[in-house]
């Protein structure tokens, strides 16, 4: 490869990430809400590919759905894994085939018990992820999540609140981000999307 061409592909890459870089922070700032499809998909390194295997049965020829959360989540998180389920019937409806990952970012609560049993009451096609320390804030990273625990210290390890981002992620089967949405409001257009672009899938 000439320098010329690494240093085009350096660049592209970088660019490319900016703009994911600033379509999830307009997310997070809850500026819009709106379904992002990206003409140049983001591959995710490759122990972050493994990582989300790990999660799935099956991996030819199936898409990821990925969102991130807690259990004790009052809100947006059961909203986002009923969402979560309606797009796994919705793809399922257009022959393609989608697998749901929740991912925890409050470790110290979920434990797998809980988090399997969280996934299953909406989707036995949803599983789960859970990392914790470094592995979780290097996996984090990697989407560009935003996660804010509110009033955990020694004295309260039991009732504090998380704060993060609700940016969704539908991973295509060679471990690229092609699609970012919010998951609590746009699945409506991703089910669309199932529906009128067939020929991305």
């Given at each position: 490869?000439?320098?010329?061409?690494?240093?085009?592909?350096?660049?592209?890459?970088?660019?490319?990430?900016?703009?994911?870089?600033?379509?999830?922070?307009?997310?997070?700032?809850?500026?819009?809400?709106?379904?992002?499809?990206?003409?140049?998909?983001?591959?995710?390194?490759?122990?972050?590919?493994?990582?989300?295997?790990?999660?799935?049965?099956?991996?030819?020829?199936?898409?990821?759905?990925?969102?991130?959360?807690?259990?004790?989540?009052?809100?947006?998180?059961?909203?986002?894994?009923?969402?979560?389920?309606?797009?796994?019937?919705?793809?399922?409806?257009?022959?393609?085939?989608?697998?749901?990952?929740?991912?925890?970012?409050?470790?110290?609560?979920?434990?797998?018990?809980?988090?399997?049993?969280?996934?299953?009451?909406?989707?036995?096609?949803?599983?789960?992820?859970?990392?914790?320390?470094?592995?979780?804030?290097?996996?984090?990273?990697?989407?560009?999540?935003?996660?804010?625990?509110?009033?955990?210290?020694?004295?309260?390890?039991?009732?504090?609140?998380?704060?993060h981002s609700?940016?969704?992620f539908l991973?295509?089967?060679?471990?690229?981000?092609?699609?970012?949405?919010?998951?609590?409001?746009?699945?409506?257009?991703?089910?669309?999307?199932?529906?009128?672009?067939?020929?991305?899938?």
């Amino acid at each position: 490869m000439g320098g010329i061409e690494l240093k085009a592909r350096i660049f592209n890459t970088k660019l490319v990430l900016m703009i994911v870089s600033i379509a999830l922070l307009m997310m997070h700032v809850n500026l819009s809400a709106a379904l992002l499809v990206l003409q140049r998909p983001v591959p995710l390194k490759t122990e972050v590919i493994a990582q989300l295997s790990e999660a799935s049965a099956s991996t030819d020829n199936t898409w990821r759905l990925i969102t991130f959360g807690f259990t004790r989540c009052k809100d947006i998180c059961p909203i986002s894994l009923g969402n979560l389920h309606m797009l796994i019937q919705a793809a399922e409806a257009q022959q393609i085939r989608v697998q749901g990952i929740f991912v925890s970012i409050d470790p110290d609560r979920d434990s797998d018990a809980a988090l399997s049993g969280y996934t299953d009451r909406f989707d036995s096609a949803i599983s789960y992820l859970r990392f914790e320390d470094k592995a979780l804030e290097e996996f984090i990273q990697a989407f560009g999540v935003e996660v804010t625990f509110l009033t955990k210290n020694e004295g309260n390890m039991q009732n504090y609140q998380v704060d993060h981002s609700t940016t969704a992620f539908l991973v295509d089967p060679e471990g690229r981000i092609k699609v970012m949405f919010d998951a609590a409001r746009d699945a409506a257009a991703v089910a669309k999307l199932f529906q009128e672009s067939r020929g991305m899938f």
